[in-house]
Each structure stands twice: as structure tokens, then as C-alpha cells.
């Protein structure tokens, strides 16, 4: 194996260069990150990183893959859903707005100002979200699309998954223009169930109790 790391960008192609006695064969740990064919020429998709594993039946070798994104419009949360709020709060300091239920900060980057989370009833984290200035709009587009798989649009709303599908996506990313001056970018997890599709995600209504929450929240901005 002459190299064994390159890093590319989302829709990159490599040929990994190996030579064998044997046969070579390609798998990828992740295919979220990249593909690999049975040549090995690998396609680089999301952002991330994943490894193609190269093996002759004697001896195995790794290649690493690393996909590094064009836009880096703003920093998305490092958080988890389940997360306490103190814990938020602790990273992220004192709250510009708070609800009952959620927490705002209004000076989190130039393109994303306002950063908002909402909590359970035990103050864990269920959801987040940022507001991006619409001057961002082709960024935005590209932002996304390096990062998280489109899965659909229904009534001006834009839907991707951290997966290559519903049924093995965690979160979904829900994009919606807000005003005039800012879109807002939803962060939910995925529901909890093998039987999750396209089109329940699509229809779900609980993508408008989280906006409706989101809009309270921003009602209590300081």
C-alpha cells in the first residue's frame, strides 16, 4: 500500500494505489463517509472520517479516509441529545433568553448568531438550534450537503438525515426559512423505531412542536 491517508472533499474520487499476489478486497467501515469500488477507487461522501480496509486472505492493510468539508459557515454544537442543561450551560455559559423549557444564546457566530436548545422535563437535552443570516443562503445549501444526506421538501421545508437512510440515521436536520433575515436549522433525533421512513419523517408533527418551542424561546431574547 503506497499511501495509506488521504484526505478529500465530499464527491472526491481516489485510487487507492496497492499491488498484491492475490486478489484485493475493498471495504469501507463507514459508508457514510465514502465508498469504495472493487477496484479501489474510493468516493468520497460526507464529511467525516472512515477506514477502507484492503485485504489478499494473507495480510490486511488500512487506508484512511478523511473528508473535510469547503464550508465551514459555522460551528455546529458539540452536544448529544440526553445532555443536562447544566452541563450546556457550563459549556456554553449564561443563557441571553431562557423559557421553561429551553435555553438561547444570541452571540454564537457571525453567520449564526442565535443558538438555542430545548430540554425535557428532566432538563435533558431533546433538541437544538441555530438561526443563520439568509445573506448565508448558497453557503448554507453547501454547508449542509457535505455533512448530512437530503432526503426531501415538503411545503418549503428541507429535510436531511445523519445516515444513509431513515433506519439507520440518528438525527434529523430540518431547515426552514425563518424571516426575511434568517433561516433556522433544527437538530432532532430520529424516532426510536426500525419502522422510521421517508415520508413519516416528512409528515411528522413533531417538527412544528419543536419550531413552535423554538419561536418561544426567541420571543425571550434579552
Given at each position: 500500500l503506497e499511501v495509506s491517508e488521504k484526505t478529500l472533499y465530499s464527491g472526491d474520487k481516489?485510487?487507492?494505489e496497492a499491488t498484491s499476489k492475490a486478489?484485493?478486497?475493498y471495504t469501507v467501515e463507514n459508508e457514510y463517509h465514502a465508498e469504495v469500488s472493487e477496484t479501489g477507487l474510493v468516493t468520497a461522501r460526507f464529511v467525516g472520517e472512515?477506514?477502507?480496509?484492503?485485504?489478499?486472505?494473507e495480510d490486511t492493510k488500512n487506508f484512511?479516509?478523511?473528508?473535510k468539508p469547503k464550508s465551514n459557515l459555522y460551528p455546529e454544537p458539540d452536544?448529544?441529545?440526553g445532555d443536562s442543561k447544566s452541563s450546556i450551560v457550563a459549556k456554553f455559559g449564561t443563557p441571553d433568553g431562557e423559557t421553561s423549557s429551553g435555553i438561547l444564546y444570541d452571540d454564537?457566530?457571525?453567520a449564526a448568531p442565535i443558538l438555542m436548545f430545548l430540554f425535557d422535563s428532566n432538563d435533558k437535552l431533546k433538541?437544538?438550534?441555530?438561526?443563520?443570516?439568509?445573506i448565508y443562503s448558497s453557503t448554507l445549501a453547501e454547508f449542509l450537503s457535505e455533512r448530512y444526506m437530503p432526503i426531501g421538501e415538503k411545503d418549503g421545508v428541507f429535510f436531511f438525515i445523519n445516515g444513509l437512510n431513515t433506519t439507520t440515521a440518528t438525527m434529523a436536520i430540518v431547515l426552514q426559512l425563518y424571516d426575511i433575515s434568517y433561516w433556522q436549522i433544527m437538530y432532532i433525533p430520529m424516532p426510536n423505531t426500525s419502522t422510521s421512513t421517508k415520508s413519516a419523517l416528512l409528515k411528522s408533527s413533531k417538527n412544528r412542536t419543536e419550531t413552535n418551542a423554538f419561536?418561544?424561546?426567541?420571543k425571550h431574547l434579552k
Open positions: 481516489y485510487q487507492i486478489a484485493i478486497n472512515t477506514n477502507v480496509l484492503l485485504s489478499n486472505g484512511r479516509v478523511i473528508v452536544v448529544k441529545f454564537y457566530s457571525d433538541s437544538y438550534a441555530v438561526m443563520v443570516r439568509s419561536d418561544e424561546l426567541l
